[in-house]
């Protein structure tokens, strides 16, 4: 019974092409989230999604696009993807806004 | 800017010692939380601890939060070598988004 769980968890790729990454979460949370790890192994925040309502950080490339067809799924959707784009993405949720957070296995993706 | 910064970057203690991490922020915040991540896994919520509170205790784990100081530390008692792992400090400030410092990469030793 996972509680949050991410496809695929590789993803190899070629510059230049669209992909997207399925979340799920079924702790009926209210909250989602996508997170980037670099190499080094920061996390940043991407986007967060509570009740229809989207935060976006400024600092993500308007390439990426949260999508969610229900509140139990928030899917990221990666367009013309670039070598900087290589990196573990991390969905997570959370009952509100600002309380613990659970993350899913993580998706890593290389792009070549 | 940076909101959380753990320190140290990395600490190897022997199974049985106490480890301390610290995590320092920039600006005022609403919550604080600690997460540990296992290698090549996702995150494990361990402790949220509000800006009015000053300790909070779980299990091993006892974390504290300074406002003034604007930090906080993360000891792990009695260490074993399942806590080997890289532990994370996260804000929020009122209202903004979650800010995950670079993390504490924590070796135990048996």
């Known amino acids: 019974d996972t509680a949050v769980s991410q496809t695929p968890k590789y993803l190899v790729t070629q510059m230049g092409n669209d992909k997207s990454i399925k979340c799920e979460q079924n702790l009926g949370h209210d909250t989602m989230y996508w997170y980037k790890q670099d190499s080094k192994k920061f996390l940043k925040i991407m986007f967060s999604?509570?009740?229809?309502?989207?935060?976006i950080n400024e600092t993500v490339p308007n390439r990426f696009s949260p999508k969610s067809p229900d509140k139990a799924h928030l899917n990221l959707h990666i367009n013309s993807l670039e070598l900087g784009d290589s990196a573990v993405y991390f969905c997570a949720s959370s009952l509100y806004q600002y309380n613990e957070q659970f993350f899913g296995p993580g998706t890593r993706l290389t792009v070549l | 800017s940076q909101q959380g910064e753990e320190d140290p970057q990395a600490l190897s203690i022997q199974e049985g010692e106490n480890a301390t991490m610290n995590c320092s922020y920039k600006t005022s915040i609403n919550n604080l939380q600690w997460y540990r991540q296992n290698s090549g896994r996702g995150l494990v919520h361990l402790i949220l601890i509000r800006s009015n509170e000053r300790e909070k205790h779980s299990g091993r784990l006892r974390v504290t939060l300074d406002t003034s100081k604007k930090s906080s530390s993360l000891l792990i008692t009695a260490s074993r070598a399942a806590d080997t792992a890289s532990y994370f400090c996260?804000?929020?400030?009122?209202?903004?988004?979650?800010?995950f410092g670079p993390g504490t990469r924590l070796s135990v030793l048996p």
């Open positions: 999604y509570n009740n229809k309502e989207l935060i």
């Open positions: 996260a804000t929020d400030n009122y209202g903004q988004n979650f800010v």
